[in-house]
Nanobody
Framework: QLVESGGGLVQAGGSLRLSCAAS????????MGWFRQAPGKEREFVAS????????SYAGFVQGRFTISKNNAKNTVYLQMNSLKPEDTAVYYC??????????????WGQGIQVTVSS
């Protein structure tokens, strides 16, 4: 089970930190990631991290503004989002993929959490 938290409304230029609490299975061999879907658009990859190696990957539009990290003891993955822009407004989803270094298709998904950036 993946449960997201930390979304909300923020002004442009502000910051938010999303959390994804994982439970129910051993995620040590998984890749964890964040995707987002804006109204009228397809879901897109944002960032991913390997639970075992800590290797990270990011979408090009992140441009150093977002950071994905994990806390093994809490079984939680974070997405720190800084310098937010109105175009970052979307529903953000946490995803997990087995035996992978990076989430591509996702085997498990959270319910999604709204992030709204006002101009």
């Amino acid at each position: 089970q993946l449960v997201e938290s930390g979304g909300g409304l923020v002004q442009a230029g502000g910051s938010l930190r999303l959390s994804c609490a994982a439970s129910g299975r051993p995620f040590s061999t998984y890749a964890m990631g964040w995707f987002r879907q804006a109204p009228g658009k397809e879901r897109e990859f944002v960032a991913s991290i390997s639970w075992s190696t800590g290797r990270t990957s990011y979408a090009g539009f992140v441009q150093g503004r977002f950071t994905i990290s994990k806390n093994n003891a809490k079984n939680t993955v974070y997405l720190q989002m800084n310098s937010l822009k109105p175009e970052d407004t979307a529903v953000y989803y946490c995803a997990a993929e087995r035996l992978a270094e990076r989430v591509v298709t996702g085997d498990y998904w959270g319910q999604g959490i709204q992030v709204t950036v006002s101009s």
